[in-house]
């Protein structure tokens, strides 16, 4: 026979999982939103840069499943199942934690490279090149890294691009004073913040979850020992 307080924690930690699994669904829609939001601009950013959005999808993805799996553990009852389901749960915790502090510690190198790679495209200025920058710079309303006067030593000039479409002949003294890379930087920062309060809200359900199914667990063991 059941007892009150195990019924209480299974009913409660099917509704959790119920609960988990929109999350799921929300963890992959910002990770989308972010990857989109950021990823047009790909010429000059960094693929690590792109890998926390497409980890948070694949995560949302998985805590979509386990959620289904922490599910039928907890009406069934199955004492290994919820076991596995608080094993997977703190795997994917470990995961968002390790993601969280590598894109904390190298926060420094990534502005860095991504200024590099600005001032390289202009030295370079390939076909591939413009077209990446009047996409930028059209978009941010920005000109050059640092600004208008990067361009200077370019042999094809200021791109029009970095004028209002209006102007007919862009100059120094018509452009976009604003450089790319503050305005990038700013863009990929607000990206992550929202990668970061996406993962702290689903970290602290993700304990949650492991305590409930740890709970429920060891009642159903104490149940089944009788």
């Known amino acids: ?3 009150c307080g195990m019924n209480v924690i299974k009913y409660i930690l099917f509704i959790f999982n119920l609960i988990f699994a929109i999350s799921g669904l929300g963890i992959i829609v910002a990770g989308a939103w ?16 792109m890998a926390p959005p497409i980890v948070l999808i694949v995560a949302g993805f998985i805590v979509f499943a386990i959620a289904f799996l922490g599910c039928y553990g ?43 790679t600005l001032k390289e495209s202009i030295k370079n200025y390939t076909e591939t090149d413009r077209q ?6 059209k978009k941010l309303q920005c000109c050059g890294a640092d600004g208008p006067r990067d361009w200077i030593d370019n042999p094809a000039g200021i791109p029009s691009s970095c004028c209002n479409e209006t102007m007919l002949v862009c100059q120094i003294v018509t452009a976009n004073t604003e450089g790319c890379f503050r305005k ?7 990206s992550a913040t929202v990668l970061i309060g996406v993962g702290i ?16 667990a060891a009642a159903i063991k104490k149940e089944n020992d009788k």
Do not use: P, T
Request: proline fraction near 0%; include cysteine; glycine fraction near 4%.
């Open 184 to 190: 990038l930087e700013m863009r990929v920062q607000n």
């Open 34 to 49: 972010v990857l989109a939001d950021v990823g047009e601009f790909d010429h000059f950013v960094e693929s690590r840069i």
């Open 201 to 216: 809200g689903i970290a602290f359900v993700e304990i949650a979850g492991i305590v409930l199914a740890c709970c429920l």
């Open 1 to 3: 026979m059941e007892s």
């Open 132 to 137: 990446a920058w009047d996409n930028i710079q």
């Open 74 to 116: 907890a009406i069934k009852e199955h004492y290994n199942m919820l076991i596995a389901f608080a094993v997977a749960l703190l795997i994917i915790f470990i995961i968002e934690l390790a993601v969280g502090i590598a894109a904390a510690v190298f926060k420094n190198d990534f502005s860095m490279a991504m200024k590099n």
